[in-house]
């Protein structure tokens, strides 16, 4: 029997674990335009907290979504927070995979130009795939 | 009997734009406001139906809230005409009636 006051041994560490525990892929996928509701804000700090326990998490913004990272928002006048910055801070939370659905943007008038963040644009095929692939997917 | 139409929510979205256009009649007015202003946007898929609609109806959207979601007025489907608050209180008073198509 162990000493009470021994720190318990490391558990050792396999393909899926490192000392923070499993790694998962997680997809958090954004439908929704960012001041009707608050679906847009809620899901961008569940981005953050993955990030911040150093899950693989990649962003797809599809539908009403891809008006969430449209750049020059200015929502003060209308007396709301502005949190689109805080998409351009993913970088520094290793949130790097981001994506747009390609018909989505079209469908809306938009170009990647409009974004104020670097994406990846993919089609419906590509992002199907995209999908496939993810552990966890946390559509808002 | 005059009145003014609003819609607040994203023609993508809900069909309350659409519905709204098929119901308003003929010289009333439609006022974009929120997440309806998405519809005002050229180069989409509901410009076709907004230069339709503004050749038989005074087609509106609201200044704020077009900034708010970083469309500049330059961005608006020719047609739709740019107003403040002060023109959305100016709007009301002047019909009849406000239709809020929620």
């Given at each position: 029997m162990s000493d009470n006051n021994e720190a318990p041994p490391p558990i050792p560490p396999d393909d899926d674990e490192d000392e923070f525990g499993v790694i998962k892929k997680f997809c958090y996928v954004n439908r929704k335009?960012?001041?009707?509701?608050?679906y847009a804000l809620e899901s961008l700090e569940m981005v953050l907290i993955a990030a911040a326990f150093d899950q693989d998490v990649s962003v797809v913004f599809m539908?009403?979504?891809?008006?969430?990272?449209?750049?020059?928002?200015?929502p003060e006048a209308a007396?709301?927070?502005?949190?689109?910055?805080t998409y351009r801070a993913l970088e520094g939370y290793d949130v790097e995979k981001l994506y747009v659905s390609k018909e989505s943007m079209e469908e809306r008038g938009?170009?990647?130009?409009?974004?104020?963040v670097d994406v990846e644009v993919l089609d419906a095929a590509a992002l199907s795939a995209l999908l496939a692939e993810q552990e966890v997917v946390i559509t808002s | 009997m005059s009145k003014l139409h609003t819609v607040n929510k994203s023609p993508f979205d809900r069909n309350s734009f659409d519905t709204c256009l098929t119901h308003a009649e003929d010289g009333s007015a439609v006022l974009l406001i929120e997440?309806?202003?998405?519809?005002?946007?050229?180069?989409?898929?509901t410009a076709a139906r907004i230069t339709e609609a503004s050749a038989r109806l005074k087609v509106y959207v609201l200044g704020p809230d077009l900034a708010a979601r970083g469309?500049?007025?330059?961005?608006v489907c020719a047609g739709v005409s740019v107003v403040d608050y002060g023109g959305f209180v100016d709007l009301a008073a002047e019909h009849d009636a406000v239709h809020s198509w929620l």
């Open positions: 335009a960012p001041y009707g509701t608050v539908d009403d979504g891809v008006y969430q990272i449209k750049s020059d928002q200015a007396g709301m927070k502005n949190f689109s910055k938009l170009t990647t130009d409009d974004f104020l | 997440d309806g202003v998405y519809a005002a946007v050229a180069g989409g898929q469309m500049a007025d330059d961005r």
